[in-house]
């Protein structure tokens, strides 16, 4: 069932409505196009071009927005190669750049993808379904030793309790070989943490490994990282970068970011504090209830006056 509403697009549309002359702007994390649509269906002129690494959600964009005609274009890529994708295209610079990270709600409820610590499914993660290259969580779960795993659950789960899952996990392997499905390692560590932690834990015990296993499965905060980097790089104009983030890890990069170039004077830093959704929000749609929406508006670069 397709549940997807776009997360906080009204503000996003509300920071684009600052924009001078809003023309083209990169939707660079396509999914279902929810904010490609709201580009297009308020700003009759501009184009809109949308990214993502997942070529499920091309597809579904495409069919979602082929009214638009060529006002939209959609690109099978990684937005770490936000700038030759662009090149390629020939479109030219953008007016804004909107990031919606994590997971859309299509792959949350496809079990086979694996994202999902509430459904059956293998262990796979990869956000492009295509990509051989990629190693799938189970590769990761099945292969990394003890120290490595204690190390990915810290780094990109934020988990206490890493240790004994890892542990746990390297147990059920030496004794039952390899995990194989989602409602495997969860079993593995519900079995592995003492009720008391995992009462303490609220939601689902696996919840912060899931994350974790997802951020290196498709190098999630370096790819983000990278893709910040080269909005800098392609702001000779007046541009808006947009990001709404679900995450801590991720809502760091961010405002580092963001802080960053508000300090070398490249423009302004919108919201020292991130926006967060309203309560109508929340009841409609629950997912949005760990959304931060950060805004950085790049200035005009004026070029420099020389005394000759
Ligand atoms: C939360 S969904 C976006 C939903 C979208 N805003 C909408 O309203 O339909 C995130 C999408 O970004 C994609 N994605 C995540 N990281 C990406 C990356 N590094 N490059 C390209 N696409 C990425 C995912 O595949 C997913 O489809």
Known sequence: MNTHIPVMLPEICGILGKAQNLRFVVDATLGLGGYS????????????????QDPQAIEAAKRKLMDFGDRFRAVHGNFRDLSPILEKTGMGKPDAVLFDLGVSS????TPERGFSFQEDGPLDMRMDSQSE???????????????????????????????????????????????KSTSELVQVIRDTLPAPVQRKMGRNPARKVFQALRIAVNDELEALADALNQCESLSS??????????????????KRKFREWDALGRGNDLYRKPLVPGAEELKENWRSRSAKLRAFSFLEKVPEVTDR
């Open 106 to 109: 299509i792959q949350i409820e």
């Open 133 to 179: 290259r990629q190693e799938r969580a189970g590769d990761i779960i099945n292969t990394a030793g003890m120290r490595e795993l204690i190390t990915l659950f810290r780094k990109y789960g934020e988990d206490p309790y890493a240790a004994q899952i890892a542990r746990g996990i390297v147990r059920y392997r030496e004794s039952s070989g390899p995990i």
């Open 37 to 52: 649509e709201g580009v297009l269906l308020k700003w009759r002129k501009a184009v809109v071009l949308g990214i993502d």
């Open 237 to 254: 104009g007046a541009m808006m970068v947009i990001v709404v983030s679900y995450h801590s890890l991720e809502d760091r990069i961010v």
